[in-house]
């Protein structure tokens, strides 16, 4: 089973692509789907109070993600204590996640993981793919959710586009329409898919 790794930069259009390899009928797991539900357990609630304390959850004791995000996205030295809680989890969970469709005999999966190079996962996958976008394109596409400020400083949080391209085996290009986006997504995966057969035939 192929493993394809999709990552990008914050709002550079992952989730789409993610939805066209849907359309395709090709197994998608979300890493930021996984984290969500992780958010929900009592461990890792407990964890988030016993380092980051109560201030961060809403008065229903669910994680108030907006707080939290505005405390890891301004300290590096918070966002490392709240990876080293949460990334543990959600590798073990995507694993048990890939052993289902392994055994189900999926030729393929794709996997969309944002911090896929931050978090030196390069090794777990056949195939990665970087969406991007620029940076004005992006905050125009995120501008009723997220202010400029908050754009740029989640930007900034992450490895640049630019050391992610040279890292990826290939790169969509966001930055038009959704007809563009998917006509390179389309030529990518009857490449990925006909490298792969050649790998099955020997």
């Known amino acids: 089973m192929i493993r394809i790794g999709l990552t990008g930069s914050f ?3 992952k989730s789409t692509v993610l939805g066209f390899f849907k359309k395709r009928g090709i197994p998608a797991v979300s ?10 357990t009592k461990k890792i609630k407990k964890r988030i109070e016993e380092v980051f ?15 939290l995000a505005a405390l890891i996205f301004s300290s590096a030295k918070e966002r490392v204590k709240l990876n080293g809680i949460i990334h543990p989890y959600v590798f073990e969970k995507l694993e048990k996640r890939l052993d289902i469709y392994r055994k189900k005999g999926k030729i393929a999966v ?7 190079f931050e978090t030196r996962s390069q090794k777990l996958f056949d195939v990665i793919i970087s969406v991007f ?19 740029d400083m989640r930007l900034k949080s992450q490895m640049p586009i630019k050391k992610k391209i040279r890292m990826s085996d290939y790169v969509i290009d966001n930055s038009g329409s959704i007809i563009e986006t998917r ?4 030529k990518i995966l ?3 898919i006909r490298r792969h057969l050649s790998w099955q035939r020997k």
């Not at 890493?31 to 929900?40: E, F, P, Y």
């Not at 304390?53 to 994680?63: A, L, M, P, S």
């Not at 976008?133 to 754009?151: C, D, G, H, T, W």
């Not at 006509?183 to 389309?186: A, D, I, L, S, V």
Request: glycine share 8%; hydrophobic share 30%; charged share 40%.
């Open 11 to 13: 709002g550079s259009g």
């Open 31 to 40: 890493c930021d789907g996984i984290v969500k539900q992780l958010l929900k």
């Open 53 to 67: 304390g109560k201030e961060y959850f809403t008065q229903d004791g669910k994680v108030d993600k907006k707080k």
């Open 110 to 116: 794709v996997i969309e993981i944002p911090l896929l």
């Open 133 to 151: 976008a620029p940076r004005s394109v992006i905050k125009e596409r995120l501008q009723k959710k997220y202010s400029p400020e908050e754009v």
């Open 183 to 186: 006509k390179q997504f389309e």
């Open 190 to 192: 009857e490449e990925i």
